[in-house]
């Protein structure tokens, strides 16, 4: 129980205004320090940028342990960043319209389950299809950014994003070293498992300890636009891929050509999307075109 007394300085409205505030921000306690904010945050992107690199020295091993050719082990890094150039926008929109910081632990839990089932593969197709939904926690970092914008000071903003973005290639330098080491000496599934770990403490700490963004705006995500961009970059891939051993000119590789073109005429037949692309064309044409002289 707090007991105010007459007795002391006095202080003006506007003072017992600011002690008020001060008094109930103490009281609350619901907002963590940037720093550990930011501390959580680095081991978020650190886990998420080893698991991202770690596979490239092991892909010859995958490709003798699993019996597949050099064509389809490539799938296994080519699959994680197909998912992930088509989900980061997705939960990045997501982040902003429910939350940045569950939208954050939900991409961990994702990544956590890909790293798990890709540990337990037994052979190419399945870890190719985890090393796929390992692309859905690819928000990372696009959502830490947005963590950081929203709770830290406007003068720390800066140090922070550059922090974390400096994560990415820290990690995934240090990635292809560890890849190497564990792969000479215990076996290739111990790449997830140890990648497993860090994105478990990391989902663990940012449910605990990240607070949720006050900020939130309500978006509309384009469900539409996104399936049809990420089957059509599968099927481009995929006739990229096998178009050498299909033929350039066979039936088969121009199906797997159909897709994409077909997508793209789809995506951009709605008048919606039409008037939007003109909007965006005309703004370019404004931007690009040089500045009248003054006289």
């Known amino acids: 129980m707090l007991v105010v007394t007459n007795q002391g300085p006095r202080f003006s409205s506007k003072g017992k205004a600011t002690c008020i505030a001060s008094l109930r921000i103490v009281a609350q306690g619901q907002r963590q320090h940037y720093n550990v904010t930011l501390a959580i945050l680095t081991v978020a992107g650190t886990a998420y940028a080893l698991q991202q690199t770690m596979v490239i020295p092991a892909l010859p091993t995958l490709q003798r342990e699993l019996h597949t050719t050099t064509t389809w082990v490539t799938w296994v890094l080519t699959a994680l960043l197909l998912v992930a150039s088509v989900s980061t926008p997705i939960l990045g929109k997501l982040g902003d319209q429910y939350g940045k910081e569950l939208l954050l632990v939900i991409s961990l839990a994702l990544f956590f389950v890909g790293c798990v089932g890709a540990a337990a593969a037994w052979n190419i197709w399945t870890l190719i299809f985890f090393r796929a939904f390992q692309g859905l926690g690819a928000a990372v970092f696009p959502l830490s950014f947005g963590i950081i914008r929203d709770e830290f000071p406007r003068e720390k903003v800066g140090v922070g994003i550059g922090l974390i973005s400096a994560v990415f290639g820290v990690g995934g330098g240090l990635g292809i070293v560890l890849s190497g080491l564990i792969v000479d000496n215990l076996s290739w599934r111990w790449l997830f498992i140890f990648g ?65 073109q077909l997508g793209s005429w789809t995506t951009a037949s709605t008048p919606a999307r039409r008037r939007r692309a003109c909007t965006c064309c005309r703004a370019l044409s404004r931007c690009s075109s040089p500045a009248p002289r003054r006289g």
Do not use: M, Q, Y
């Open 196 to 260: 497993a770990v860090p994105v478990g403490i990391a989902a663990v700490l940012v449910h605990r300890f990240v607070p949720e963004s006050p900020i939130k705006t309500p978006s509309r995500v384009d469900f539409l636009g996104a399936t049809l961009l990420s089957a059509g970059l599968v099927f481009l891939l995929l006739a990229l891929t096998e178009g050498e051993n299909w033929g350039w000119t066979s039936a088969r590789h121009r199906a797997a050509c159909r897709p994409p």
